[in-house]
């Protein structure tokens, strides 16, 4: 079920009546839209540093969504979309990127259900002017599903050294919490990454070229993506969060935007696909 009046989120997802998506605890003064369904994340996925953009040699403030909160997750995850296209297995959406957003232009998506996945597509652009861009998705998985709980399979090459709470450096190579071991790196800043967090304990941006599979008992969903940056976070026990990313958070940094402008837009493919 798509509900375009909260962000154009999927708020549902049955497969053979099991609900999957979940819902996590809202805190420390967050939206409670942050916290349910899969939500599109855009025209910034995660964490900005010091709540700021900067293109073009002017630095623009994005009001925080609350006293506390860093700004995050983008302009679109509170806000109507528009439907404009619908039919019992497609609909495509937009929504224009209106103020706080400095530099204007649009989002817009395309849900699809298929018989044995579902297809989402995300894209944003501008068609008056260029602006930096990163996109993401951000799904709620139930950690229970009929009765069976939830067991993710994710096996990254590299994990983004942590600067600060939601924000990563570069990513560093070699083993992750995926393996039994654990290690301590530098990233290419010669900042020291911390040892590789356990599952159960991660707010993690990962390098990953594969498809992670998450399985509640015989019930198997694989998350495939347009992007290889995949965000983890499971450290709370009602749900837990995979999420695609164009780029790790703090992601309208120089070196990790895409730069859009008329007739080129950024784009984001996420896709949950299940045996029938």
Known sequence: MVDPERGGRLASLRIGGVEILGRGVPGGGAPEAWFDGCFPMA????????????????????????????????????????????????????????????????????????????????????????????????????????????????????????????????????????????????????????????????DDSFLHTGDPEIAWGALRVTLVSSSDVWHVFDAQEPAFCVEPLTAAPDGLRPERTRIVGPGAPAELRFGLRWDS
């Open 43 to 202: 025209p910034f996925a995660g964490r900005l540093t010091g709540d700021r953009v900067t293109y073009g040699g002017v630095s623009h403030a994005l009001p925080r969504p609350s006293a506390g909160v860093e700004a995050a997750h983008g302009v679109v995850d509170r806000v109507p979309w528009e439907v404009r296209e619908a039919s019992p297995r497609r609909v495509r959406l937009r929504a224009e990127l209106a103020r706080p957003w400095p530099f204007g232009g649009w989002a817009e998506q395309e849900i699809e259900l298929r018989e044995t996945g579902i297809e989402l597509v995300l894209r944003c652009g501008n068609e008056e002017r260029e602006m930096p861009v990163s996109l993401g998705y951000h799904p709620w998985f139930a950690r229970e599903a009929a009765g069976e709980r939830a067991r993710l399979r994710f096996a990254p090459e590299a994990r983004f050294a942590p600067l600060a709470p939601g924000l990563f450096g570069e990513p560093v190579p070699g083993r992750t919490s995926a393996d039994a071991s654990r290690r301590t790196a530098a990233d290419a800043s010669g900042r020291a990454a911390s040892p590789d967090p356990a599952p159960g304990s991660r």
